[in-house]
């Protein structure tokens, strides 16, 4: 079940219309989905999932650095060019310009879309949720990060409680899964609907957060912890 709650819209000037917003999400990781795959009973090993997965990320990767698209069941991507060019003879400038993979849903994961069961739940009894992120550096709201800089992270819950050797928040590489958490020192900010850190030493790439946290709204933590992985994909430059 996609579980969500109702709050105000601030898109609208309506006080009546309201707005979805999704929690208590899991997030798989690698290993996580490969365990399933083995669950199916396809008679397959797990180097064997592995090196098919080894095999597709490097044949995407080889695609894509040549400019090209990929067109799967899964997903599609393809590529685009950022940035403001200065009339018809202007050309492609690494410092103004900046040339980026997009990615989709494919047939499979837009069929899931149509499958996908949902249930309300009464806010507040839900745990952490990211609702969205501020680059202070650029301005930039829910798309670069400025290493060396201070982000601002808006949520309900979020305040981060717990032990640091499992709470905490991470920034994920989503080209090789890196995870870099940030030093208990650099939380700058640590309240239940704010907190400002400041950004790692991130190499260029894409990177999504993740903030696991025992904080329960109270004075008393929580026994396990729980975590919200922001949904958008953030950028380093």
């Known amino acids: 079940m996609l579980?969500?709650?109702?709050?105000?819209?601030?898109?609208?000037?309506?006080?009546?219309?309201?707005?979805?917003?999704?929690?208590?999400?899991?997030?798989?990781?690698?290993?996580?989905?490969?365990?399933?795959?083995?669950?199916?009973g396809a008679g397959l090993t797990n180097s064997d999932v592995v090196s098919v997965l080894s095999g597709l990320k490097k044949v995407v990767t080889v695609i894509s650095d040549e400019g090209d698209a990929v067109t799967l069941e899964l997903f599609d991507t393809y590529p685009s060019i950022q940035g403001v060019f200065k009339g018809v003879n202007d050309s492609y400038d690494p410092k103004r310009h900046r040339t980026r993979i997009n990615l989709r849903p494919g047939v499979a994961l837009r069929a899931s879309e149509k499958n996908i069961k949902t249930k309300k739940v009464p806010g507040g009894i839900?745990?952490?949720?990211?609702?969205?992120?501020?680059?202070?550096?650029?301005?930039?709201?829910?798309?670069?990060?400025?290493?060396?800089?201070?982000?601002?992270?808006?949520?309900?819950?979020i305040k981060v409680v717990g032990d640091e050797a499992i709470t905490g928040i991470w920034f994920i590489n989503?080209?090789?899964?890196?995870?870099?958490q940030v030093e208990t020192s650099d939380i700058v900010t640590n309240r239940a609907s704010e907190v400002i850190v400041v950004i790692p030493a991130l190499t260029a790439g894409e990177y999504k957060?993740?903030?696991k946290t025992c904080y329960s709204g109270g004075s008393t933590p929580t026994k396990t912890s729980?975590?919200?992985?922001?949904?958008?994909?953030?950028t380093v430059e």
Do not use: C, W
């Not at 989503?174 to 870099?180: A, M, S």
């Not at 729980?226 to 949904?231: D, I, V």
């Open 3 to 40: 579980e969500y709650t109702l709050g105000d819209n601030p898109l609208s000037e309506d006080p009546d219309d309201k707005k979805a917003q999704v929690v208590n999400v899991r997030t798989y990781s690698q290993d996580e989905v490969i365990d399933k795959i083995l669950d199916i």
């Open 126 to 157: 839900h745990y952490t949720t990211i609702f969205s992120v501020m680059d202070v550096k650029s301005k930039s709201v829910d798309n670069l990060l400025t290493p060396g800089r201070n982000l601002k992270i808006f949520g309900e819950k």
């Open 174 to 180: 989503q080209n090789d899964g890196t995870r870099t």
């Open 209 to 211: 957060i993740e903030l």
């Open 226 to 234: 729980h975590e919200s992985t922001f949904h958008k994909v953030l």
